[in-house]
């Protein structure tokens, strides 16, 4: 490790926690950095869970609103990325659940030019799919995507968190309340479900 | 598709114990103990297959990143909370002129006893009149009463048949008015006249005015009911 990535790696927390204390007094341009920062994340969990870019991209943005607003409500200005992650988590499974009862949303102009090759079947473009979107693996796709769905949502969120994003276990203890053994308990669950659930792709 | 067993030693500790070796988190006692149960049951070598199979599907899921306009969607959050901090100032601004504005001291003396008290003398005005029924009215009535009283036995002696009524006007008290007063209690008394050369039907009336209260008096707002 150089010297350059060993002081981004020290100094990104400091740098976040300044960007957060300025962001709680007002600074619009500070809070627009963490947006940056944290953007790609926000969306793909929220993707993770919603299975359609344009909701995730929605869940995402009105996330970050929440974050910003509720900002004096956050204590510890080091523990923002869980704490944002957790809203992000929150919203997306209120979003999930109202979305069976809510009509088809059209895309934001904003997101058309993007979403116009969008998968049909779950809204997603994959940088895979240019790649090797056979049927085969359309299939493998769908299948997973649909197995996830039957999980329990504290089972989905701690695998996906953990086994997908890559968060440490602590943080996605963070980010659902609870023990860490409880975030290994939930992970082991999901994975049994999983085994029965996808037992024809094994 | 594979039936799975489950055998003494397949119980969910063990599975538990495989589900965190994927992730690295085992202790050294923890691994030497998974180790010992894969080398004696191939049903939880199996099991252990497909948990990695499992983990590598949804790992592979999860490997492709989402793309979206990222610029966009940055754009579309700032201007969210560009319009939220737009409206919390113009909120504080509001508050800020409020606070002046008492500060200052503009708001006028109000005479809250003065309008209370006038609300107050506003109903005793209304039931004044009733008032002055109860006051005067019943004792004027029980007056009445006992002149009758007295009155009768003489009568009785008369030789023309007598009836005797007692009447109670109740008035608002009109100023032009012959009863500008508040209640006027009179007793009736008719008497039967025989057939005359002046009254050929016979029988007349007398009216008595037993009393009535004062007409000009004015009203004691301040008395209790």
């Known amino acids: 490790m150089d010297l350059g990535q060993l002081r981004t790696s020290v100094e990104t927390p400091s740098v976040e926690v300044q960007l957060v204390v300025r962001a709680r007094n007002g600074d619009a341009d500070a809070f627009g950095e963490l947006v940056r920062i944290h953007q790609r994340r926000a969306v793909s969990v929220a993707y993770r869970l919603l ?55 059209s895309l934001d102009d904003e997101f058309a030019s993007v979403e ?34 039957k999980l329990p949502d504290k089972q989905r ?8 994003e890559g968060l440490p276990q602590k943080e996605v203890a963070d980010i659902l309340e609870c023990s860490v053994e409880l975030v290994k308990w939930n992970v082991f669950q999901a994975r049994q479900k999983l085994r029965e659930l996808l037992s024809e792709l094994l | 598709m594979r039936v799975l067993t489950t055998q003494a030693n ?3 500790d063990l599975r ?16 030497a103990r998974l180790e010992l149960a894969l080398a004696a049951s191939a049903d939880l070598r199996d099991e252990r297959q497909e948990m990695v199979a499992v983990d590598r599907l949804v790992m592979e899921w999860g490997s492709h990143p989402v793309e979206i306009d990222w610029a966009s969607h940055r754009t579309l959050i700032e201007a969210r909370i560009s319009c939220d901090a737009k409206a919390e100032t113009d ?19 109000v005479d809250l006893r003065g309008r209370v008290l006038a609300q ?65 209690t009179m007793v009736l008394f008719e008497r ?30 301040s008395a209790p009911l």
């Open chain 1, 157 to 164: 969120l701690a695998l996906i968190l953990f086994s997908v």
């Open chain 2, 91 to 109: 909120a504080n601004r509001v508050d800020n002129l409020l606070a002046d504005w008492v500060a200052r001291g503009n708001i006028g003396e």
């Open chain 1, 51 to 105: 299975g359609n870019t344009s909701d995730a991209a929605d869940a995402a943005q009105d996330a970050f609103v929440r974050a910003f607003r509720s900002l004096s409500q956050l204590e510890d200005p080091a523990r923002f990325s869980g704490w944002l992650m957790r809203i992000v988590s929150n919203l997306a499974l209120n979003f999930r659940r109202g979305r069976a009862t809510r009509a088809t949303k």
């Open chain 2, 120 to 184: 107050i003398r506003g109903a005793n005005r209304v039931a004044t009149p009733l008032r002055w029924v109860i006051r005067l009215g019943l004792p004027l009535a029980a007056a009445a009463a006992i002149t009758i009283a007295v009155l009768l036995p003489n009568m009785k002696n008369s030789p023309m048949p007598v009836s005797t009524s007692i009447v109670t006007f109740v008035h608002s008290g009109r100023a032009d008015s012959p009863f500008a007063s508040d209640a006027v």
């Open chain 2, 192 to 221: 039967t006249l025989p057939p005359s050369p002046v009254t050929p039907s016979g029988g007349s009336m007398e009216l008595i005015v037993v009393g009535s209260p004062p007409t000009d008096a004015p009203l004691d707002e």
């Open chain 2, 10 to 12: 397949n119980s969910d």
């Open chain 1, 116 to 149: 116009s090759s969008r998968d049909v079947s779950t809204g997603l473009r994959l940088a895979g799919d240019q790649a090797d979107g056979t049927d085969a693996a359309r299939e493998t796709h769908d299948a997973i995507s649909g197995a996830l769905e």
């Open chain 2, 16 to 31: 538990f114990l495989m589900s965190r070796s994927l992730d690295g988190d085992l202790s050294a006692d923890e691994s």
